[in-house]
């Protein structure tokens, strides 16, 4: 398929990294994604559907993260995991990042756009 993908997604992601908690179950400790990243996930999900035909082969992604402060951190690995199966099968499939912070108190959000890598 050799089409480019745009999306524009509402809200602020949690930084994977930094979005892990420690529970315990039972008495073995686990790590688990932060209230902050489940949520994201969620809201994120509600604001994208499956494309009928998800993208195949190497691809490039440009996202511009807009965040309502400069103190998180540039992290899109979330939203590329929150990817696949959507958009494309595996986040493996990236070959090309091009990842830039900016601000909008107003209005946090990701602009992402997928285009397949030309041999």
Same mark, same amino acid.
């Given at each position: 398929?050799?089409?480019?993908?745009?999306?524009?997604?509402?809200? !602020?992601p949690?930084?994977?990294?930094?979005?892990?908690?420690? %529970?315990?179950?039972?008495?073995?400790?686990?790590? $688990?994604?932060?209230?902050?990243?489940?949520?994201?996930? +969620?809201?994120?999900?509600?604001? %994208?559907? !499956?494309?009928?035909?998800?993208? +195949?082969?190497?691809?490039?992604? @440009? $996202?511009?993260?807009?965040?309502?402060?400069?103190?998180?951190?540039? +992290? !899109?690995?979330? $939203?590329?995991?929150?990817?696949?199966?959507?958009?494309?099968?595996? +986040?493996?499939? $990236?070959? !090309?990042?091009?990842?830039? @912070?900016?601000?909008?108190?107003?209005?946090p959000?990701?602009?992402i756009?997928? @285009?397949?890598?030309?041999?």
């Open positions: 398929m050799n089409r480019e993908i745009f999306l524009r997604i509402l809200g !602020e949690a930084s994977k990294a930094n979005s892990r908690r420690l %529970i315990m179950r039972g008495r073995k400790p686990m790590m $688990i994604k932060s209230e902050k990243a489940l949520n994201y996930a +969620d809201y994120f999900r509600s604001q %994208i559907q !499956e494309l009928d035909e998800l993208l +195949d082969g190497d691809l490039a992604i @440009h $996202i511009t993260i807009y965040y309502a402060s400069r103190r998180p951190d540039l +992290d !899109e690995s979330l $939203i590329l995991d929150l990817l696949q199966g959507k958009v494309y099968l595996n +986040d493996r499939q $990236i070959k !090309e990042k091009h990842i830039y @912070h900016r601000l909008d108190k107003e209005n959000r990701s602009e756009r997928i @285009h397949p890598i030309q041999a």
